[in-house]
């Protein structure tokens, strides 16, 4: 009798080809969800990943108005500390830029003062640089074939302008830029304007467009030389890099003590003042921001959930017209001996197997997808000359194709739990059939 009734159920999953578009809505949904979960929560990532890269994993920032002089003997004091593997300093800035005379070109950029090679140490900046990426030595300013120039860098969107189809920067164009003379005036509420000349000594490419169009790079001392002469080694910002396999939030405490002993004994700060610093985790800047991109995922999410759940009613339509269609089957079967409950867990197995074979198929789907979604977002554009991810608009210049693990087991769960939840109220009508009614005339 078992036999008989796995036979019934392999004849209609072979036999009935309307059993195969409930496959592929299973299928479909699932691929859609685990794409949707898995782009939106790469983005999510790659902006977490990106604060990590450009300020490191803890970040000292003085508060509005006032500087931290000594920087120096600051850094010295957490690199001491087993935690942390490196700190760099950062004096921040606003200005216009002149990108050369008779161009007639300028540009609104933001400033950081920085020293390259403690920066190169603290974050993966010389993997960054056009020219000097690759290279065994520790970045520098210096302009090649003339070490009296003060050299700069800036980023990629200052000097080019991603191609409007394909997203792409002209690198011919990039790297001509490199030698060139600029001129930056800035300044501060003492001083009201200077002007800074510079020779464009690389570029910087992170990919992230935030950081690329608008930044530019100068050496600390010299911006600090101009902006606040005669006040030494000053900055507003220390990015830190912890040691490998600390968690910020453990080495927070560690930091916020270091920073505190500093400012009372070194720089003189009263308790007011070193409380208004912000002494905080890269992440913890972005949290705002990122809890607002979860809350749209989520929504996003239950949306496609429930347009997804659509396949609970048609696998239930599927299923229903299978009893409808085939009592006599059923009958048959029951007549054999099988019960009632036999016939309608038969069909809820029945349903969870069309819900294993979709959701294995979905799970394929969406991770092919995933993966090659930067293949298909140019496809795309090729074909059709349409742009969808712009890293103006998007932040990045690809997009984040990572798949999230953790959706793809609970989508495919849900996925098997719906189909058989649609085979339920088909698999109780079927366990109602009477075998002597249906056959009485047989």
């Known amino acids: 009798m078992k ?18 578009l409930s496959i592929a809505a299973v299928a479909l949904s699932c691929a859609l969800l685990i794409t949707v979960a898995s782009l939106f929560t790469g983005f999510i990532e790659a902006i977490e990943n990106s604060a990590d890269d450009h300020l490191g994993d803890i970040v000292i920032g003085a ?7 000594k920087y120096d003997r600051l850094i ?19 200005g216009l830029l002149h990108m050369g005379k008779g161009t007639g070109d300028v540009r609104a950029v933001r400033i950081w003062g920085i020293e390259a090679a403690g920066r190169a140490k603290a974050t993966p900046f010389a993997d960054l640089l056009v020219r000097q990426k690759n290279k065994n030595t520790p970045p520098t300013f210096a302009v090649e074939d003339s070490a009296e120039q003060l050299g700069g860098f800036v980023g990629i969107g200052v000097v080019a302008k991603p191609d409007d189809v394909t997203d792409e920067y002209d690198f011919e164009q990039v790297t001509a830029s490199i030698g060139r003379e600029v001129f930056l005036t800035t300044g501060t509420k003492e001083l009201k304007r200077r002007t800074i000349k510079f020779t464009i000594a690389d570029v910087v490419f992170s990919g992230v467009y935030e950081f690329d169009k608008d930044f530019i790079y100068l050496p600390i001392d010299e911006l600090a030389e101009k902006l606040y002469p005669s006040q030494g080694k000053i900055a507003d910002m220390i990015q830190i890099r912890l040691s490998r396999k600390v968690e910020p939030q453990a080495a927070l405490p560690v930091v916020r003590g270091i920073w505190q002993n500093f400012a009372d004994n070194e720089l003189g700060w009263t308790n007011y003042a070193i409380s208004l610093a912000k002494v905080s985790t890269s992440r913890q800047m972005q949290a705002r921001l990122l809890a607002e991109y979860r809350k749209q995922m989520a929504m996003l999410m239950l949306i496609f959930g429930v347009v997804s759940a659509g396949v609970v009613l048609l696998i239930f339509c599927i299923f229903y017209l299978i009893v409808m269609t085939k009592q006599k089957d059923i009958a048959i079967v029951k007549s054999c001996g099988l019960s009632s409950g036999a016939v309608a867990v038969l069909f809820v197995v029945f349903g969870l197997i069309i819900g294993l074979i979709g959701s294995a198929f979905g799970v394929v789907m969406g991770y092919l997808f995933t993966k090659n979604v930067n293949y298909i977002e140019h496809l795309i554009s090729v074909l059709f000359d349409l742009k969808l991810w712009k890293s103006s608009t998007y932040m990045f210049t690809r997009i984040p194709n990572q798949v999230n693990w953790e959706s793809v087991l609970w989508v495919g769960l849900a996925a098997v739990l719906a189909a058989a939840l649609g085979a339920v109220i088909p698999a109780i009508a079927a366990a109602g059939v009477r075998p002597v009614k249906i056959l009485r005339y047989e």
């Open 3 to 20: 036999q008989l009734s796995l036979f019934l159920c392999f004849k209609y999953f072979c036999r009935k080809k309307i059993v195969l």
């Open 76 to 94: 010295n004091d957490l690199e001491k500390n087993y935690l942390i593997e490196a700190a760099t300093a950062v004096l921040s800035g606003q």
């Open 63 to 69: 508060p509005l108005g006032l500087k931290i002089s």
